[in-house]
C-alpha cells in the first residue's frame, strides 16, 4: 500500500524499526473462486466474512515468527481506538491486524481476538482504512520514529487534553497577531499559558474528556 511507504511510515521502514506486511485472505481458502465470505445464516442484506480463511490465515502469519503477535480485529463494535490504546501498541513487537469486509466477520472469528477495535463511531466499507490509521497512530510513538520525543509527549490525548494552539511566522497575518506571551521568550509563562489554553480548548471543545468520560 503506497500509504505505508511514505512519511513517518517509509522512514521507519527503511530505516529498519518497523517491518509491515499485507496478506491476501483469499490465500486461505480451498475453492476454485478463493471464497472469503457466505450468506448470513438467518437472512438478511450482505454477506458475512467465512471462519475458515481467518482462522487458517491467523494461524499461519502467527506461525512466521516466533513471537506470538497480538491479534487486533478491526471492527465497528470493538473498543474505541484512543492514544492510550496506540501507546500500548507501540511496544508490541508483533501486531496482527485482521481487517473485515461486506457484513463483517462471523461471531466466531473473534474468538481469535486479543483485541477488537473500532476507530470511530462510523462504518467503513474494510477495516484497511481502521488498520492504516492504528499502524499510523502506533507507529509514530515508538521510540526513534519522530524527531523529537516531546512531539509526542505534548499532543492532544496523550495527558488526556488537547493541545494548544501553535502558531509560526509571520507574527501578524491577515490583521490576526500571533499572542503577544509567545514573543515574549519567557519560557515559563509560555508553559503556562499553554497548559491554560489546553485546559481551556478541552472544556469548550471536548468536555468530555475533563469528566474522564473517555
Ligand atoms: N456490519 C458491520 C457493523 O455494522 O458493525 C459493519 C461491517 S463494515 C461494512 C466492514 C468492515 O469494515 C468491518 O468488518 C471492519 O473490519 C471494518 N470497519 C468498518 N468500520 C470500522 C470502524 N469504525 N472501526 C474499525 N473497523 C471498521
Same mark, same amino acid.
Given at each position: ?6 512519511s ?12 509491515v ?32 480463511p481467518?482462522?487458517? $490465515?491467523?494461524?499461519? +502469519?502467527? /506461525?512466521?515468527?516466533? =513471537?506470538? !503477535?497480538?491479534?487486533?480485529?478491526? @471492527?465497528?463494535?470493538? &473498543? ?23 457484513e463483517g466477520?462471523d ?23 481502521? $488498520?492504516?490509521?492504528? +499502524?499510523? /497512530?502506533?507507529?509514530? =510513538?515508538? !521510540?526513534?520514529?519522530?524527531?523529537? @520525543?516531546?512531539?509526542? &509527549? ?61
Amino acid at each position: 500500500m503506497p500509504v505505508l511507504e511514505t512519511s513517518m511510515l517509509g522512514i521507519a521502514q527503511r530505516e529498519g524499526i518497523l517491518e509491515v506486511y499485507t496478506h491476501d485472505l483469499r490465500d486461505w481458502t480451498d475453492d476454485f473462486h478463493r471464497t472469503v465470505d457466505d450468506e448470513p445464516y438467518g437472512g438478511g442484506p450482505g454477506m458475512v466474512m467465512k471462519c475458515e480463511p481467518i482462522f487458517r $490465515a491467523v494461524e499461519a +502469519i502467527g /506461525a512466521m515468527d516466533s =513471537l506470538r !503477535p497480538t491479534i487486533v480485529f478491526l @471492527a465497528p463494535v470493538g &473498543e474505541p481506538f484512543k492514544q492510550a490504546i496506540a501507546q500500548e501498541f507501540s511496544k508490541e513487537a508483533r501486531l496482527l491486524l485482521v481487517c473485515g469486509r461486506y457484513e463483517g466477520f462471523d461471531e466466531r472469528t473473534f474468538t481469535l481476538a486479543d483485541r477488537i477495535i473500532s476507530i470511530g463511531d462510523y462504518v467503513l466499507t474494510g477495516g484497511e482504512i481502521a $488498520a492504516l490509521a492504528v +499502524i499510523d /497512530a502506533t507507529v509514530r =510513538l515508538i !521510540p526513534g520514529v519522530l524527531g523529537h @520525543a516531546q512531539s509526542c &509527549e505534548d499532543e492532544s490525548f496523550s495527558d488526556g487534553l488537547l493541545e494548544y494552539p501553535h502558531y509560526t511566522r509571520p507574527s501578524i497575518f491577515n490583521g490576526v497577531d500571533v499572542p503577544a506571551i509567545l514573543l515574549s521568550g519567557n519560557h515559563k509563562e509560555i508553559e503556562r499559558w499553554r497548559r491554560m489554553q489546553s485546559l481551556e480548548r478541552t472544556q469548550r471543545l471536548r468536555p468530555d474528556l475533563l469528566k474522564g468520560e473517555n
